[in-house]
Structure formats: structure tokens, C-alpha cells
DNA sequence: TTGCATAATTAGGCAAGCCTAATTAACTTA
DNA sequence: TAAGTTAATTAGGCTTGCCTAATTATGCAA
């Protein structure tokens, strides 16, 4: 809240002064150069401004340090990007560098409300007493079978599947797979079946969970699935269509 | 991954240009800079910026329309902003407009792996048949109490209160509250207490899950709590110290 | 204490994205 | 078809955040 009036970049040096002085007590220009990957200069005019903005304490060639304001925002900043770091490393399994990365991406960005919520999420995936971890552990197993066609996959398989053939019992009935339509017919992705390089490739054509789309052509081994989708076409071969799970107004 | 050499002010312009002619038939400068919030001129350089990086076709005073190359990246950037908004209102049960807002501003953040590992938790959480949205719901029962007094909080409050006293036969003997601790110890956070109020001005305070930190002070009714974390000092009253739940090295 | 290496700063420039004011083009309507 | 309105563009300027090259200060070593 209180860092609204720094900008992104300067909310990025503040943390590295922080950084800083909590490893190696003195905060140097060429250091908070070498991890914002800048020019000294460029750090020089850095330390100015957050100088004239009082959060830190700054004159040529001088020590670095913050301010009381300066101190309390670098540490809610650094607070929230660690705590994005765990979200991303414990929740959706991120390896470190990838989850520092992003937390660093979009740190900035959200509202301190949206960051309640992600916290209450993070609590109760990991530590809510009604879960007992199982909740974050099958959704670990998941991620897993989702990664590759490690063996485990076979249950999300099998869950994929039993969702989407109407003899399962426990199918719900307005829910069926994209190949399954006909011409004409308007729906909503509601889930990307198990195959990761099918996934990814649906991923990187925008066909995403609750994307809603029109039939324009339906095809088989030779021809593709034509569909429309936010005004744009979109072709998809038949193994792909068999991949997507969607809901339909009226059941076909 | 076809949108990384736009910056975040082309993404948007391009997104605006997709939803006019989705909408209107036909994008005009006006229209545009409305949707900005810019003014004409600023949308007229950028259009002349995206055609001369072949994402629209775009001459003075004509018609706006997209290349084949800008649908694609139009239309993935669309997608990817209408699924973070699902997830955030369909997950973290944010209302529709901030939901918006919040996507808006953090979808030229996020990687690509990152995104598909969210996807997966949407529908993990939405539709795993394992969890059959009971896990959801259960979360979504959890976000209620955590919002205010409302009378199902008892429920997350006893859940918290359980885990943290020690006649409590289910409780993780590694964790204990804030408040038990004494000087000197370090310790993490693990979980933020029920109240609202409380909850919020830890995370002001930059107190989140997964913050370590040192005991500098033990306070009472009188006194206050001191620790410290990330080289800060952080007062703490009782009530406070009550409701963080922390994990610690040895029990004490 | 002189000289050299390193750190920091100054000076001057550049691109992106925004702005206002002024101008030009295009539509509308009497 | 001439006038007035609205849309779009041009011209010129500003800030942020970066850069390189040149300069100045500092600290250590001979």
C-alpha cells in the first residue's frame, strides 16, 4: 500500500539496498549495478531519486541506507515477493529460479486483496486442518502425471476418460468433448485433457478453460475441427479435439 | 511466446484493436484512446508502431485492420487475460471487475509454463473428478469466514485454534503460535489467524506465510512483541501474536 | 607520497509513451 | 455546396529509465 508512489523499477532498487545491507551491511553502487544488470550510472540516478523521495539516506559517494519509510517498504516488498516465491514453488510446484522469476514478473502488480487471497489459498492448500495436506498432495500427483506420461498419469487419464464417455456414471451429462459436436454448435472449454505436448499446443493457440467458441467445421482423421473463438479461426486436428473437454447450452 | 517482442502498452493496444472489431466491425483511433485512457494522438503513434511491426494494417484515416500475425498474438493475449480473470473469480471468488483489472494487470507477466500450471490448478480445483469441487467449495466456505465474522467462521476458526493447542491430539508438534514463543528463537510463518482485521494488517506489515523471522522481545497485555525479519524490527501487540501460527526448529 | 586501480559521478544521448495545441481531412446537414 | 462539427494527424515537448564516454574521487601499495 504504501509503495504506490514508487515505481516498478524503483521498487526493485529498494529491495536490492535491503538486500544489501542485510548481507553485506553496506550497499555499493557497483553491487546494486551488478544485480539490477544496469549501467553504474544508471544506479547513481537511481539512488538520487529514491534519495529525493526519502526512502533512502544518500549523498555522493557516501553510505547507503534507507529510511524508516524506506526500510518499511523495502520489507513489505520483500515480504511479498517471497511469499509469491513459496506460492508459486509450494502450490504449483515451480522449480526456485523459475517461482523467484515470477514472483519478480508480477510483484508489482497485484492488489494487496488479490494477495490476501492467494495467501488464503496457500494456507488452506497447504495447512487447513479439513484438507490435511491431501488436497496439495493429489494436486502434486497431478502435476506430475500432467508433466510427462509418467506412469501416475494413468489416474488423471482415467479421470479425464471416465468424465467423458456416457457410460460413466458419474459424467455430467451437459459436459462432452469438442469432437464430439456438431457444426453450429456454441460452447466453453471447461478442461485440457492429460497429453502435455497436445496441452501446450492447445495452450499456445489460446484454447483455454473457459474460452467460449463456435463450431464452424467439424472434421475427422483427414480434415480439421474448424472452430471460432473470440472472432478468430482456429483449426485443431482430430486427436486435439479429443483432448478438450467443454459444456454445451442443450445437451446434443 | 509470439507476443514477446510487444511491450505492454502495444499488448493492450493490440488486445483494444481484437475487441473493437469483435464488437464494432471497425476500430477507430477514437475508440481506442477511449479505451486507453490516452489521448488521439498517443493512439494514432501506436497504431503506426504495430504497422510497422506487421501487426495491423494501418494508413492515415483508414481503416484499422488485423494481420494474420496480430490476430494470432490479439487472440492468444485475449485468452490469456479472460483466463486469469476465471481463475481469479472462480477460484480466489474476486469480483468480476477487480478480477478484471487484476488480469489486466498481470498477464504481460506471467511465462507461459507458469500459466499452464495455474491452468491446471483451475482445473484441478473446478473439475478433478477426485476432488469432485468439494475442495473448492470447502475453499470458498474458507474465503467466507476469512472475510468477516460471519457465522461459519467458527469453522475456520476452530480449525486454527485446534492446530494450536497442544491437548489438540491432531496437532503438529513443530508448530506452535507467535505468541508461545520466547526471546531469542527463530522461527517461520506458516499460517495467518481467522480475523479479518488482524490478518490484514499483518499482511501490511509484510508478515505473510513463509517469512522467517528472530524473537527480539516476548511482550504481554502491556507490552508489545518484538521480532525481527528481513533486518527489520516489527512490533507486534498480543492479540497479533495470537494469530500467527509459526513453525519452529526445535520445540521449545 | 606518488601513482594506479577501482568506484562513483557528470555530461550528453536515446527510445518509449505519454501530453497539449494547432492543423488538416472527412462527414453532415441545411 | 458551404459551413460547421468531429476525427485524425502533425508538431513539439516532457518524464522515466536506460546507455556510453569522460571525468573525478578514493584507497591501497610500493
Redo the contacts with the bound molecule.
Keep these: 500500500m504504501i509503495e504506490q508512489k514508487l ?4 521498487q526493485d532498487y529498494l529491495k536490492i539496498v535491503l538486500n544489501l545491507i542485510n548481507e553485506k551491511k553496506v550497499a ?3 553491487e546494486i549495478a551488478t544485480r ?7 544506479a ?4 538520487r ?1 529514491l534519495f529525493n523521495e526519502g526512502y533512502i539516506q544518500y549523498s ?2 557516501e553510505f547507503i541506507e534507507l529510511t524508516t519509510t524506506g526500510e518499511k517498504v523495502a520489507h513489505w516488498l520483500s515480504s511479498k515477493h517471497s511469499f509469491l516465491k513459496h506460492f508459486f514453488s509450494d502450490v504449483l510446484n515451480i522449480n526456485e529460479e523459475l517461482a523467484d522469476r515470477e514472483a519478480c514478473a508480477i510483484e508489482h502488480h497485484l492488489s494487496n486483496s488479490t494477495l490476501e487471497r492467494m495467501i488464503l489459498l496457500y494456507q488452506f492448500l497447504n495447512e487447513c486442518e479439513k484438507n490435511d495436506s491431501r488436497t496439495i498432495n493429489l494436486f502434486k500427483e497431478c502435476l506430475k502425471a500432467a508433466e510427462g506420461g509418467a506412469p501416475s498419469s494413468v489416474a488423471c487419464r482415467n479421470c479425464f476418460i471416465a468424465r467423458n464417455f456416457p457410460h460413466n456414471p458419474g459424467a455430467k451429462t451437459q459436459h462432452t468433448l469438442l469432437a464430439n459436436l456438431s457444426r453450429g454448435q456454441d460452447g466453453q472449454i471447461v478442461m485440457l485433457g492429460p497429453d502435455s505436448e497436445i496441452r501446450l499446443s492447445l495452450i499456445d493457440k489460446g484454447l483455454l478453460p473457459g474460452s467460449l467458441f463456435h463450431v464452424e467445421e467439424t472434421g475427422d482423421a483427414d480434415s480439421p475441427f474448424v472452430i471460432q473463438t473470440n472472432g478468430c479461426l482456429i483449426e485443431l486436428d482430430e486427436e486435439a479435439a479429443k483432448m478438450i473437454e467443454v459444456a454445451i447450452e442443450q445437451p446434443k
Tied chains: 1, 2.
Design positions: 515505481s516498478e523499477s524503483q555499493r553502487i557497483k539490477k544488470d544496469v549501467s553504474m550510472p544508471s547513481t540516478e537511481a539512488m531519486r555522493a559517494r
